[in-house]
């Protein structure tokens, strides 16, 4: 019997024996499923926790979110990232209620056919809310594939991906899909770990794992080098007017894109505060930061000044500390200069 062959029943007796037990993983709502596996992309599942509970609170059903505004949505994800799965979960919510009469769709073709769902999202609502047998096939997944069948193709490439779910397709069990994609994305995340440094004394695989048993394991999978990413020297205005800040609203498009943020450009040349027809009495270094996007990195170095007049370039606004815990919702990247903002308008 070929490797992937053995895998489904050892792995299914693991999952049942030690699956975390998680919010969504209870009472799997194709709702729930769906806001979770999106909040779950690129983010571990700790920080998503709280995410997902006040989420839920606010926006219980497909239509519900389809109706939340803007900032209450943006509001609900600051902090956790790649803001646009918000946009496009909410956008996804009001297809479902125009085009599927508010009914969450049981296709694969039509789940797939949602903003922000791609083919592992689909597989995975697919599987765990309506028992299609339709793999879903994560970075998890596709290290554990690799290194069960000791295949040494670049899991970053869609060649290697379409021939893992391929493979997958094959051997997934017609009586438990979603328990089974479950299973191998927790495989993934709590015993075939990356970086060469998995866990094969715990592992159900471990009798029949090529990677294992040829010793590989640090080899596999392979992974083609990521280009480097590139840094940018940004400044970050603090405009303070009586106890407010200013901010300004980032373009729709792109990166962060529709968030609130302290006003800032890419550093050097222009007096950008002269630009914005701005008179700072004084402005004085106000700290540094740096984030870390997944193309660029932002060096950031923070300059506050008093403004003495409450006139804004136009869009901008001015927050007191009241709306910027309640109304505004700034990404992590400014995090850095929260501290010093405090200091002038009070804790929020
Ligand atoms: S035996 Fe080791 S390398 Fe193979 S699937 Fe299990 S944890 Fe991964």
Request: charged share 25%; glycine share 8%.
């Amino acid at each position: 019997m070929k490797e992937l062959e053995q895998l489904p029943i050892p792995l299914l007796v693991w999952y049942r024996e030690n699956a975390r037990v998680l919010p969504w993983r209870s009472h799997p709502t194709p709702y729930r499923v769906w806001v979770s596996e999106i909040m779950l992309q690129q983010t571990r599942v700790a920080a998503v926790l709280d995410y997902y509970r006040r989420f839920l609170e606010a926006a219980p059903t497909v239509a519900d979110l389809a109706a939340l505004p803007e900032d209450q949505l943006m509001k609900l994800w600051q902090g956790l990232g790649y803001y646009s799965r918000a946009r496009n979960l909410q956008k996804a919510a009001r297809q479902i209620m125009e085009t599927f009469g508010g009914v969450f769709p049981n296709t694969y073709e039509d789940i797939r056919s949602l903003a922000g769902v791609g083919d592992y999202t689909a597989g995975a609502i697919s599987s765990i809310a309506f028992h299609l047998p339709v793999p879903a096939v994560d970075g998890n997944v596709l290290r554990v594939t690799a290194r069960v069948r000791g295949d040494s193709g670049d899991i970053t490439t869609p060649a290697m991906k379409k021939r893992v779910t391929q493979a997958l397709a094959q051997i997934i069990p017609l009586d438990a899909p979603g328990d089974f994609n479950q299973a191998m994305m927790e495989l993934g995340a709590t015993v075939c770990l990356p970086n060469g440094a998995p866990l094969c004394d715990k592992c159900p695989a471990s009798s029949f794992c090529r990677a294992f048993l040829e010793g590989r394991t640090g080899e596999l999978p392979v992974k083609a080098a990521k280009k480097a990413r590139r840094a940018e020297e940004r400044t970050v205005y603090l405009f303070f007017y009586e106890n407010q800040v200013a901010l300004r609203r980032r373009p729709d498009k792109g990166l962060l894109a529709g968030l609130w943020e302290y006003p800032n450009e890419p550093s050097g040349g222009t007096n950008w505060p002269a630009a914005w027809g701005l008179e700072p009495r004084t402005l004085e270094r106000a700290g540094t930061g740096k984030h870390i996007f997944t193309h660029i990195e932002w060096h950031m170095t923070a300059l506050a000044g008093e403004l003495d007049s409450p006139e804004l370039p136009a869009g901008w606004v001015w927050a007191d500390r009241t709306a910027l815990r309640d109304t505004y919702a700034l990404p992590n990247a400014f995090q850095s200069f929260s501290e010093k903002v405090a200091d002038r308008l009070g804790r929020f």
